[in-house]
């Protein structure tokens, strides 16, 4: 099963951190539910490219920036299993 919905989740979290942000004032900043964007950084919902837009739009950033944050923390969580297996053997 993909890992994309906790890291882009993980990337949200890290981006509204940043900003100083609460849940409801991403949600205020993206139009969206505060309900919802928890959902999101739980990655426990999936984001629409409409809602990717939204949340891009409210941090300042292009979707492509954003969605290359979540592939980042991606690259990042595969590599630490690869150096924990690596350890392990």
């Known amino acids: 099963m993909s890992q994309l919905p ?7 979290r ?5 900003k100083g942000w609460s849940q409801e004032a991403l949600a205020e900043h993206a139009d969206l539910n ?3 964007v928890g959902e999101l950084e739980r990655g426990q919902a999936i984001a629409s490219l409409l809602t990717i837009e939204k949340l891009a739009f409210a941090f300042g950033v292009s979707v ?3 969605v290359s944050h979540a592939e980042r ?3 990042s ?5 690869i150096e924990l297996t690596a350890i392990a053997c």
């Not at 906790?6 to 949200?12: D, I, Q, R, S, Y």
């Not at 890290?14 to 940043?18: A, I, S």
């Not at 969580?77 to 299993?81: A, D, E, I, S, Y």
């Open 77 to 81: 969580q595969t590599l630490k299993g």
């Open 64 to 66: 492509t920036t954003l």
């Open 6 to 12: 906790n890291h882009f989740g993980l990337a949200l």
């Open 14 to 18: 890290h981006l509204r951190e940043q």
């Open 34 to 36: 505060r309900s919802y």
């Open 73 to 75: 923390i991606s690259s």
